[in-house]
């Protein structure tokens, strides 16, 4: 059975992983691993080391306290994490890679269409 936080951590590696478009095995190579490590990690089913979170801290170019933000203050719940699912991940690299100008335009018309959904 996964620890809670183990989890989160390693659903914050994978966010991360994804934001930076990297594959398991490019981050694998970067930390000096294979990438089925990787998997666990990012599954919760081993445990990081602090230092190979050290290490992915580095090749995901963030500080180690990025993997534990969003924790709540009991040890045995995690918080829901929208940006946990690779379609909201997808959504925003995909939001970010649109023009400044086009991509007001965009969020604009999300914001309409959200409030007539409401």
Known sequence: MSHPVDVHVG???????WIQGMTQQQLADAVGIRFQQIQKYETGA???????LWDIAAALDVPIAFFFEGLGGDPETVADDLMAEREALDLVRAYY????????SLFDLAQVMSERAA
């Open 97 to 104: 890679s649109i023009p400044a100008g086009q991509r007001r």
């Open 46 to 52: 081993n445990r990081v080391s602090a230092s190979r």
């Open 11 to 17: 659903l914050r590696v994978r966010q991360r992983r």
